[in-house]
């Protein structure tokens, strides 16, 4: 049995990797932003509690809850909450983009952080990231984001060397499409921050809405995978006596990873530029 802190519990991949290493015998601390979420995660039976990554107060207490009820250890930590950012990156300002790394990157960062001397102390730990084929690849309409894991992806691989021979494992996990409330959460998003109207890509915008309004409905497109196959990369790296440092997830992830490596810039721009995910 290990220890485990999961952010962004409320739902998909969250939910699904909370419910699933309780399953398999882990003590699991669930945290959600809103207090119904965390409301509801109770209902099901999840230790639960609330942690806000825009919120350092929240963050501390939710980190003392933990340690509280685990003696001051904690054998892992799955950091899994955020949230994307559609638009052109012109189209952003900069409370758009802050808002974006609020949540991804900083608020991420400040939970690790007051974590890693536990895992110092008692001399083992993993942290494990869940950023995206975007952590890699960019897409057009995506640069927040992608940002947001570039920027994620950099710092992971950063501790990595830092806390070489520690006993710490930094461990990445690279989705693709998800079916989850993602798309959902990024139109909700996309409305409040771009003025579509006023721009030069609203025809483009319109087709974006679109495909995430048929994406929801069809429960996610022919490359979509459901939050199990993120759990299964999950339990690997929590379990597994020599985690890998990356696990990719979903077809256009690995189809992507290769293309990359093999086709000069311009050819691999020229595929990405027409790619919806």
Same mark, same amino acid.
């Given at each position: 049995?290990?220890?485990? $802190?999961? @952010?962004?519990?409320?739902?998909?991949?969250? %939910?699904?990797?909370?419910?699933?290493? !309780?399953?398999?015998?882990?003590?699991?601390? /669930? @945290?959600?932003?809103? &207090?119904?979420?965390?409301?509801?995660?109770?209902?099901?039976? $999840?230790?639960? =509690?609330? %942690?806000?990554?825009?919120?350092?107060?929240?963050?501390?207490?939710?980190?003392?809850? &933990?340690? !509280?009820?685990?003696?001051?250890?904690?054998? /892992? %930590?799955? +950091?899994?909450?955020?949230? #994307?950012?559609?638009?052109?990156?012109?189209?952003?300002?900069?409370?758009?983009?802050?808002?974006?790394?609020?949540? +991804?990157?900083?608020? @991420? =960062?400040?939970?690790?952080? %007051?974590? $890693?001397?536990?895992?110092? !102390?008692? #001399? =083992?730990?993993?942290?494990?990231?869940?950023?995206?084929?975007?952590?890699?690849?960019?897409?057009?309409?995506?640069?927040?984001?992608?940002?947001?894991?570039?920027?994620?992806?950099?710092?992971?691989?950063?501790?990595?060397?830092?806390?070489?021979g520690s006993g710490i494992h930094f461990i990445l996990i690279e989705p693709g499409p998800i079916t989850t409330l993602f798309r959902k959460n990024a139109t909700m998003a996309f409305r409040r921050h771009v003025d579509a109207a006023a721009s030069r890509h609203l025809e483009r915008y319109r087709l974006m809405e679109d495909h995430f309004r048929q994406k929801a409905q069809k429960g996610g497109g022919v490359f979509s995978m459901p939050p199990e196959a993120v759990f299964d990369k999950v339990v690997h790296a929590l379990e597994s006596s020599r985690p890998r440092v990356r696990y990719g997830v979903t077809i256009p992830t690995h189809s992507f990873a290769l293309l990359r490596r093999i086709l000069p810039s311009r050819l691999m721009d020229a595929i990405l530029a027409k790619a919806w995910l």
């Open positions: 049995m290990k220890t485990i $802190l999961i @952010t962004g519990c409320s739902s998909g991949i969250g %939910l699904c990797v909370a419910q699933g290493l !309780r399953e398999r015998g882990h003590r699991v601390f /669930a @945290t959600a932003r809103k &207090v119904e979420d965390v409301e509801k995660l109770q209902q099901m039976g $999840l230790t639960a =509690h609330r %942690l806000d990554l825009v919120d350092s107060e929240s963050i501390r207490e939710a980190v003392e809850w &933990v340690l !509280r009820q685990t003696g001051g250890t904690l054998d /892992a %930590l799955f +950091n899994n909450g955020a949230y #994307g950012q559609p638009g052109a990156l012109e189209d952003l300002d900069r409370r758009a983009l802050r808002e974006q790394f609020e949540t +991804n990157v900083f608020g @991420t =960062h400040e939970l690790t952080r %007051l974590i $890693l001397p536990v895992m110092h !102390r008692q #001399g =083992h730990g993993r942290v494990i990231q869940n950023s995206s084929v975007l952590g890699f690849v960019a897409l057009p309409y995506r640069g927040a984001y992608v940002a947001s894991k570039f920027a994620l992806e950099g710092m992971t691989d950063t501790l990595r060397l830092e806390w070489r």
